[in-house]
Nanobody, 115 residues
């Protein structure tokens, strides 16, 4: 069993920054691929960035250069640094992990970009 808990969301002005965290616990390995997704009402959940088993990172084009994923394997925490935020980045943000037992999601954290 795996638990993922996101935190760090909130209200930020356009152009501002936020750092989201995802604390993982349970039957996890540093080799598990992890990633961040977001979802707005009535829309499908979209992948933003994911880590790969060879240590790479795959970013969606619409966040390249603004969002950065990082991982503290010792603490089992995944981060998403979000800079130059835009109103269209407003969404619920979710952490995701692939394991041999299946895929897991966190409960989400809300990000609102508004002046």
């Amino acid at each position: 069993q795996v638990q993922l808990v996101e935190s760090g969301g909130g209200l930020v002005q356009p152009g501002g920054s936020l750092r989201l965290s995802c604390a993982a616990s349970g039957s996890i390995s540093s080799r598990n691929n992890m990633g961040w997704y977001r979802q707005t009402p009535g829309q499908q959940r979209r992948e933003l960035v994911a880590t790969t088993t060879i240590g790479g990172m795959l970013y969606a084009d619409f966040v390249k250069g603004r969002f950065t994923i990082s991982r503290d394997s010792a603490k089992n925490i995944l981060y998403l640094q979000m800079n130059s935020l835009k109103p269209e980045d407003t969404a619920d943000y979710y952490c995701h992990m692939d394991t041999v037992q299946g895929a897991y999601w966190g409960q989400g954290t809300q990000v609102t970009v508004s002046s």
